[in-house]
């Protein structure tokens, strides 16, 4: 079955560090791009980082450059999104999302469930 | 990296057409063929409806075009049916390995 499974989000305090994954199957996840997405609730969608296939090509929105840093694991079908140094506004679903392209075509055509992420003392 | 300008909401009559645009700047969607458009209902994961401005994925029904003029783009619902109503979010390519969305518009089916 073609699939994209999320875990690792739960409940953390601010400034601590919490690391969500993404799980890949069906398709050959090492010929794409990935990218995390994010959604507050009740609200819109924010692209917050993607990885080229060979991860050759990364980048990050401006408003968690520094703190979050995504990779891969082609070897493993995985993508990963460490967060570090956590706040309020990081709340939100976190969805992974697959690219249509090997780099940046912002296409993304296969999407999780999404994994909830909760920043509060 | 400032989200791409779409009107909160939209809506038509069953059968009619409607069109929701997201305003940009040159240096994302005026700049790059690289935008795509999402819809999602409640609940749901976006399902991706447009991309590289007026492509459809294969399934996509060809009731939903998109285009593009300077900064903005365009997605258009033909033949509005029920089942249209959701909400649609815009995004593009904004360089530097960067991408940016849109604040999301609600179609309404009245």
């Known amino acids: 079955e073609v699939q994209l499974v999320e875990s690792g989000g739960g409940l953390v305090q601010p400034g601590r560090s919490l690391r969500l994954s993404c799980a890949a199957s069906?398709?050959?996840?090492?010929?794409?791009?990935m990218h995390w997405v994010r959604q507050t609730p009740g609200k819109g969608l924010e692209w917050v980082s993607g990885?080229?296939?060979?991860?050759?090509?990364?980048g990050y929105a401006d408003s968690v450059k520094g703190r979050f840093t995504i990779s891969r694991d082609n070897a493993k079908n995985s993508l990963y999104l460490q967060m570090n140094s956590l706040r309020g506004e990081d709340t939100a679903l976190y969805y992974c999302?697959?690219?249509?392209?090997?780099?940046?075509?912002?296409?993304?055509?296969?999407w999780g469930q999404g994994t909830t992420v909760t920043v509060s003392s | 990296q400032s989200a791409l300008t779409q009107p909160p909401s939209a809506s038509g009559s069953p059968g009619q057409s409607v069109t929701i645009s997201c305003t940009g700047t040159?240096?994302?969607?005026?700049?790059?063929?690289?935008v795509s458009w999402y819809q999602q209902h409640p609940g749901k994961a976006p399902k991706l409806m447009i991309y590289?401005?007026?492509k459809r994925p294969s399934g996509v029904p060809d009731r939903f075009s998109g285009s593009k003029s300077g900064n903005t783009a365009s997605l258009t619902v033909s033949g509005l049916q029920a089942e249209d109503e959701a909400d649609y979010y815009c995004?593009?390519?904004?360089?530097?390995?960067?991408?940016?969305f849109g604040g999301g518009t609600k179609l309404t089916v009245l």
């Open positions: 990885i080229g296939w060979n991860s050759g090509s990364i």
């Open positions: 069906g398709f050959s996840f090492d010929s794409y791009a």
């Open positions: 999302a697959k690219d249509r392209y090997p780099n940046w075509g912002s296409a993304l055509d296969m």
């Open positions: 995004n593009s390519y904004a360089g530097s390995n960067t991408g940016v």
């Open positions: 590289e401005v007026g």
């Open positions: 040159s240096s994302d969607v005026g700049g790059y063929n690289y």
